[in-house]
């Protein structure tokens, strides 16, 4: 283990430099924080080292913990995480303390926290115990707690450190959101104490080591009188802060995270204990969160998983395939953002549309963004021009000659799109791969139309493109290896999550997103209040109501699906009930809230006001309203029942692209990790029974599939789990 090393100068200044070789960015683990230890004992017990400088030897300082680590963790139960948590706590607070005499606080080494660059979780935690902090002046690098946005809190001690450090008012934006600063504003957040030039870190790291008093060690919890800043939860100041913090993330996370809870706890009955107790009270509720299955699910799929996708873990082994010119036809609301996210990740764009001022508005559409960007001071103006640089708009097909990618993303017209093909593959040359943002046309049928169907893929973006991470890469029947492989790269160097999926009706994204709107608005045409389906479905986590959905995406897109749904499947189609609604809407003009108009009523701004007041004549409330969890329950299986499905019929293939794809696809339940998450939080054999008992009501859409039958008969489930067999 090499992960620190340990020098000292001439002038007894210890460094310790934190390099984790076989990795690109420090992360931290249990060993290493032992080693960490073992040579913080070994400074602070030389009588020849005055004081210890902590930095990096990569150009980061660090990522964190190794949360692999911390899922491992859960394995040895609730006594293990809390010994574990305490274990890093002593080590922390050795730092912290250098050696003083506890009564006179003098005689400690100072510790000196150098960062020259990003320092994120553990990589913050462990500088917050050090006697100060100074950073490079790194405009990318980024400092702050974000563990909040994987379903934990900072329990590195950064939780208690910070609050006391800021008081929880300031605190609380780098805690409860995960705020991440650079080092200028971490500085003026009182995050840090110092920035410098990057090429003097070191030497004025030195510097202070060498000139700190025993005063300068002394933190200002550990003095006497300390007051948090902003007041205690008991002073008057505190008493408000504390009251409207509970409110703030009760009304944001909607109590289904429990990491935001453990933390508040954490936080409000740690400041009123002393500093040692309040470390304890902090692991306690780490403990307790790392034991709620939640936050393992969430940092299986948030986490661990994506990063896995995103690392090409089905890609097929074939050799590279990074783009290098990316042909975009159709420049519309999909083709102009496309164009955006391929430009900006360094990729030549040549974007076309039958007509050169709708190529030239789908090019503006990318400055527009930029120049947003530049209001917002992310992007400079040479980064601008490099970017649009980058775009060709042109009717011209002949253009497209060298490109190694095509995306279509023309009308939804399977006669446009076979056109469109064979006027590209015409231009392009044999190795190019063709790809379709089709979203409800099956790729294998619109491969036909193409001379190469082993190069012919689907790649389906969401809307808005620069905004939504996942992509979905859609094999279809004739779809070879190195197109998989191609879709794959692309999605690697434009920044976003892959899932693949094999070609059936809606793939999996829009398979399990129309059901739930289905049942949302089912439910309307049966009585239940629209406001208590649309409140159950975000207290159950979900980020948008059915109906607030289906305004957001357009009442006349349904009705143009539910057409071409019906058409294709004749006699077998189910869902009569929810097209009376939809082309009612439809004819009232309500068509979401493009029009102003929908389910819900709009301001003339187009803001969203309440719940339509005309739904209430249309289909008035039954007087027996069903209860919370009942509708929960029709909102949640209408979704994960289809994920099942299409793991089933083997349209998904692996329950991670599952996961990952439904949370950041369309925002399914992130607390629960996922519908497969879900799933194993309530077991299969609640499941089942949920089933049953929604399919004696409500009908056969709600039967368990035999997959889940079976789990639920044998006792497995999806993922591994500690004490049961994984499926
Ligand atoms: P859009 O109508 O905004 O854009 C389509 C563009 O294609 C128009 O600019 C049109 O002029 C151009 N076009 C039409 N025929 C052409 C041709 N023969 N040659 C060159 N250009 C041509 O549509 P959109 O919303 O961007 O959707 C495009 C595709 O993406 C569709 O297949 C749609 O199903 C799919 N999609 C849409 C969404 C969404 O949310 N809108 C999401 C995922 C996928």
């Not at 000196?112 to 990589?123: K, M, Q, R, S, Y």
Request: hydrophobic fraction near 45%; aromatic fraction near 6%; charge should be neutral.
């Amino acid at each position: 283990m090499t992960d620190f090393t340990y020098a000292m100068d001439a002038d007894g200044v210890v460094t310790l430099t934190w390099d984790v070789k076989t990795k690109s960015m420090n992360v931290m683990s249990t060993e290493a924080f032992q080693l960490l230890s073992g040579m913080v004992d070994r400074a602070l017990a030389d009588p020849a080292a005055k004081g210890i400088i902590l930095t990096s030897g990569k150009k980061d300082f660090a990522g964190g913990m190794d949360l692999n680590v911390i899922a491992a963790m859960r394995a040895g139960g609730a006594q293990a995480i809390f010994d574990g948590v305490m274990g890093m706590h002593h080590v922390l607070r050795k730092i912290e303390l250098a050696g003083m005499d506890p009564k006179t606080k003098k005689g400690g080494k100072p510790i000196v926290a150098a960062l020259p660059g990003t320092a994120l979780g553990i990589g913050l935690e462990l500088p917050l115990a050090c006697h100060r902090i100074i950073a490079a002046d790194n405009a990318r690098a980024k400092i702050g707690l974000p563990e909040i946005l994987v379903g934990i809190f900072p329990g590195g001690g950064g939780t208690t450190r910070l609050t006391r450090k800021l008081g929880a008012m300031m605190a609380a934006p780098f805690l409860l959101e995960g705020k991440l600063s650079d080092p200028k504003a971490a500085k003026a957040a009182g995050l840090i104490d110092e920035v410098v030039a990057p090429e003097d870190l070191l030497a004025r790291a030195k510097e202070w080591v060498l000139a700190a008093k025993d005063t300068d060690l002394v933190k200002p919890w550990d003095e006497k009188g300390y007051k948090m800043p902003g007041g205690a939860p008991y002073h008057p100041a505190g008493f408000m802060t504390f009251v409207g913090a509970n409110a703030m993330v009760g009304g944001k996370t909607m109590g289904v995270y429990p990491a935001a809870k453990e933390l508040l706890g954490a936080v409000y009955e740690g400041a009123l204990v002393p500093f040692d107790t309040a470390i304890r009270i902090e692991a306690r509720h780490f403990t307790s969160l790392l034991m709620n299955p939640s936050s393992t699910a969430m940092i299986r799929s948030l986490f661990i998983n994506k990063e896995a996708l995103e690392k090409g873990a089905n890609r097929p082994r074939v050799t590279d395939q990074t783009v290098k010119k990316v042909g975009i036809i159709g420049a519309g609301m999909m083709g102009a953002g496309i164009a955006y996210v391929s430009a900006n990740a360094g990729i030549d764009v040549v974007l076309i549309d039958a007509a050169q001022e709708a190529a030239d508005r789908g090019k503006a559409y990318s400055e527009g963004l930029l120049d947003k960007g530049m209001q917002r001071k992310k992007v400079t103006a040479e980064k601008k021009a490099e970017v649009l640089g980058r775009i060709l708009a042109t009717t011209d097909y002949a253009a497209l000659a060298g490109c190694d990618l095509i995306v279509e993303a023309v009308f939804e017209d399977p006669k446009v799109k076979a056109e469109v093909t064979a006027r590209v593959e015409a231009v392009v040359g044999d190795a190019c791969i063709f790809a379709t943002n089709t979203s409800t046309l099956p790729i294998s049928s619109l491969a036909k139309a193409s001379q190469r169907p082993e190069q012919f893929i689907g790649i389906h973006f969401f809307s808005p493109v620069d905004k939504m991470m996942l992509v979905e890469i859609i094999r279809g029947k004739a779809t070879g290896d190195v197109a998989v492989a191609k879709a794959l790269d692309y999605v690697r160097q434009i920044r976003k999550t892959p899932i693949v999926v094999n070609d059936a009706r809606f793939f999996y994204a829009n398979r399990c997103i129309i059901p739930y709107i289905n049942e949302g608005i089912r439910m309307l045409a049966e009585g239940v209040e629209p406001a208590l389906v649309e409140n159950a479905a975000k207290l159950v986590g979900m980020p948008l109501g059915p109906l607030q959905l289906v305004d957001e995406t357009s009442i006349d897109l349904g009705v143009k699906i539910a057409k071409a749904t019906k058409a294709a499947m004749g006699d077998a189609y189910p869902d009569g009930a929810v097209d009376e609604v939809l082309f009612w809407m439809a004819d009232q003009g309500r068509i979401g809230k493009k029009a102003g108009a929908g389910f819900y009523a709009y301001d003339p701004a187009g803001k969203r006001e309440g719940l339509w007041e005309g739904l209430e004549a249309r289909f008035p409330a039954a007087k027996d309203q069903p209860d919370l969890a009942s509708v929960q329950h029709r909102l949640l299986m209408a979704q994960v029942l289809e994920a099942v499905r299409a793991l089933e019929e083997s349209v998904l293939t692996d329950i991670r692209e599952g996961d990952v794809g439904a949370i950041l696809g369309w925002g399914f339940a992130p607390w629960s990790g996922g519908p497969f998450g879900w799933l194993d939080i309530i077991g299969a054999a609640r499941a089942v029974e949920i089933c049953d008992s929604l399919t004696e009501t409500f009908g056969p859409r709600f039967t368990a599939p035999k997959m889940l039958r079976d789990m639920a008969a044998k006792g497995d489930s999806f993922y591994p789990q500690p004490g049961a067999k994984a499926a």
